[in-house]
């Protein structure tokens, strides 16, 4: 049981880093040759990212944006509500809490991206004319869906041992 915890918060410490490197960094989608990508804040082209984003004043975006800063925040407070619950409640209700966080945290993941994959993944409109695919970020964030799904789901088991 001591291993499948400490695999399990090993995994959760992981999703919070990726959720944090896919939030910031601007490689969302990226040109074929790679000197252009579009991430969720700015517009990054040959090694420079101080151009702003053609569609930034859109409510979609800013609707992306704030979900994936809330999954970050409901991922931290699930991982410090499982410390917490690891060491402080009986062992019928113990990680409910934790859990049901997670799950919060990727429900937040799965509108952001599915947002964001629906309106500004495709290249017509990053890159005119261009071809390109889904940069490092994007796949991410997907990764942490998957990742929050399964810490989530194995949290609501592990409260009855």
Do not use: P
């Not at 402080?88 to 799965?110: H, Q, Y």
Request: net charge positive.
């Amino acid at each position: 049981m001591l291993v499948l915890l400490a695999g399990i918060f090993v995994v959760h410490i992981a999703t919070v880093i990726m959720l944090f490197v896919s939030t910031i960094a601007n490689v969302w989608v990226v040109s074929n040759h790679g000197a252009t990508s579009v991430g969720l804040w700015k517009n990054c082209s040959y090694n420079s990212c101080n151009e702003t984003l053609s569609y930034a004043g859109e409510d979609a975006l800013k609707t992306v944006q704030a979900f994936m800063i809330l999954s970050i925040i409901f991922s931290v407070i699930a991982l410090l509500v499982f410390m917490f619950q690891l060491f402080t409640m009986e062992k019928g209700n113990r990680f409910f809490l934790s859990g049901a966080t997670t799950l919060v945290c990727w429900l937040c993941i799965l509108v952001g991206v599915s947002i964001y994959t629906d309106r500004y993944a495709k290249c017509s409109e990053n890159f005119q004319g261009s071809e390109c695919h889904h940069g490092y970020s994007y796949i991410l964030a997907w990764i942490c869906f998957c990742f929050s799904f399964i810490i989530g789901v194995l949290y609501l088991v592990l409260r009855k041992k």
